[in-house]
């Protein structure tokens, strides 16, 4: 933060994003997680972020399976309930995100994959809402038997394909550099 | 544990994963979403068992077994090619990490909990439960206990590469 501040008060803002990331990454939370042996440290809030990413996709990818056709007998409206428990596994990896960003932010933020996973976790959640009120707010809830809305099924997809690219480009944050050699 | 710690590394997979480094990665990307798909069938009905989201008919979910089984193979393969393919310290080296042997155990106690529920009439009464019932307590339990093993079995997963923050932590 006294970077922050320094080069604020020299009127640059050049170093401004760095030293903020610089400040972030050097705070006792972040030296915490990233330095800390408690198992709630790192490890700790890689788990979470681990069980978040199960609950999260694997709940919505269930509800995207049903709305294209895999076990039609499922109703959808008592469905609708899992929604709160894919938002709060959303909210369980959002707040680990952050603890596991703030520990290694300065090399994060020029780490491509991770800031083409972050785009697709933001359009994944927007997907999930819009699929939530096209296929299970009121108006959109298909009855019983009714054939579900080319919207609704439209979305399930693109939840399955935001879900697989942002786990892609998760996964891919740990070997920065591997993309660059095959697609630089 | 040294025979089968032979017989992985006799696979030659060290040397594909040595030889293209893209093979560990696609794995893991397997194993993740392979992960997601198991959590999103398996435990979508261990909740609605423990009672969540009542009008949902369980042998209805039932049907999305299929799904939670293809994870399970697909993280099953990918699995063995990690621990058949450890370019550092062989095969041995998961068989030896606590986490991993932990991880096993509950993948072990999970399928028991599988033959449980099956084999002894629980899923058949917890199946003819109607849509907005409760399912009986047996049912229950054994739900209760397939999430804790299968969280487990993430948390464990996850500690394998930091197997020695479990070691501190125990005192070991």
Redesign the interface.
Known sequence: MPQLIANIAAGTTAGAESGLLDAMESSAFATWVRESPSLFAYTGMLSLHAIGLAFVVGLSSAVALRLLGVAPEIPLAPARKFFLLMYTAFWVNALSGIALFAGSATSLVENAAFLVKLGFVVLAVVNLRLLKRFAFDEAGLPRNGEPVPAVAKALAVSCLVLWSAAIIAGRLTAYPGLLGKYFG | METIAALLDATGMAEIVNAY??VW?IC??FH??G???????I??ID?RILG??????IH??E??LP?GVAGFVVNTVTGLVFVAGNPIGGSMAYLENLSFQLKMLLILLAGINVAVFYLTGIAREAAAVG?TGDAAPAAKVVAGASLVFW?GV??F???IM?ND??L??LGL
């Open positions: 480094d893209w990665p893991e990307i993740f979403a992960m997601a798909l198991l959590i999103g069938t435990g979508f909740i969540f989201g009542k009008g949902l008919p209805a979910l049907r999305l799904f849509a969280v993430i948390v997963g996850r500690l930091y923050t479990l501190y932590a």
